[in-house]
Structure formats: structure tokens, C-alpha cells
């Protein structure tokens, strides 16, 4: 079992940033690829990033290119998202998610474990 807890979500103007975090803990987090979603009201779970088992390699929907960072500390078994000039329309409940592989990371039902979400809200 793994569990997720998110941190770091807020209410923040339009051309902001905001680091979101993500620290797991029980199995061996290097074991898991790990991925960020999130979901705005009313609509489905969207993919947002997602990251390798050591970091070196990463993902990233179209509509964060250029303005969010995935990363993560294996030794401290956490991953942050780096979200810079953000837009109201990434306003959503962000959550992450652990996969024991590291294959199709922007479907979200693969995934084994999920964090209970932060929200962010970007003001416009």
C-alpha cells in the first residue's frame, strides 16, 4: 500500500506559481512512476505530468508545456509540481497518482494509488 498526500494548492492571481507536493509514503517510492491530474468541476480527470522511477525522463500534456515542472526527490519519497503563469482554466482539484510501471501514464485508471487532491484556484 502507498499512501499519497498532496500539499501546496491554493488561490493565486493569473500569472502566478505555485508548487504543489506530493509525499508518499509506505512502499518503496522509487518502486512507482509517479503522475499528476487534476479535475475541474463538472468535467473528467485530466493528465497533467508524469515522471520515471528516477526523475530522468517525463511527460506532459499539451496545455502545460513551457509552464509546469514535474519532479521528484527519491530520498525524500516526494513529487512536486512546479506550476508557473498560471491561467484560470488551471483551476481544478490537482491529485497524484503512483503506477508500478511506466506505460501509458496519461490514463488515470492505471494507476494504483491516488492522493485525496489539493485544489488550486487561479483568480483572473
Known amino acids: 500500500q502507498v499512501r499519497l498526500v498532496e500539499s501546496g494548492g491554493g488561490l493565486v492571481q493569473a500569472g502566478g506559481s505555485l508548487r504543489l507536493s506530493c509525499a508518499a509514503s509506505?512502499?518503496?517510492?522509487?518502486?512507482?512512476?509517479m503522475g499528476w491530474f487534476r479535475q475541474a468541476p463538472g468535467k473528467e480527470r485530466e493528465f497533467v505530468a508524469a515522471?520515471?522511477?528516477?526523475?530522468?525522463?517525463?511527460y506532459y500534456a499539451d496545455f502545460v508545456k513551457g509552464r509546469f515542472t514535474i519532479s521528484r526527490d527519491n530520498a525524500k519519497s516526494t513529487v512536486l509540481l512546479q506550476m508557473n503563469s498560471l491561467i484560470p482554466e488551471d483551476t481544478a482539484v490537482y491529485y497524484c497518482?503512483?503506477?508500478?510501471?511506466?506505460?501509458?501514464?496519461?490514463?488515470?485508471?492505471?494507476?494504483?494509488?491516488w492522493g485525496q487532491g489539493t485544489q488550486v484556484t487561479v483568480s483572473s
Open positions: 497518482a503512483a503506477k508500478a510501471d511506466f506505460k501509458l501514464m496519461a490514463i488515470a485508471r492505471l494507476y494504483d494509488y
Open positions: 515522471i520515471s522511477y528516477t526523475g530522468l525522463t517525463s
Open positions: 509506505g512502499r518503496t517510492f522509487s518502486d512507482y512512476a
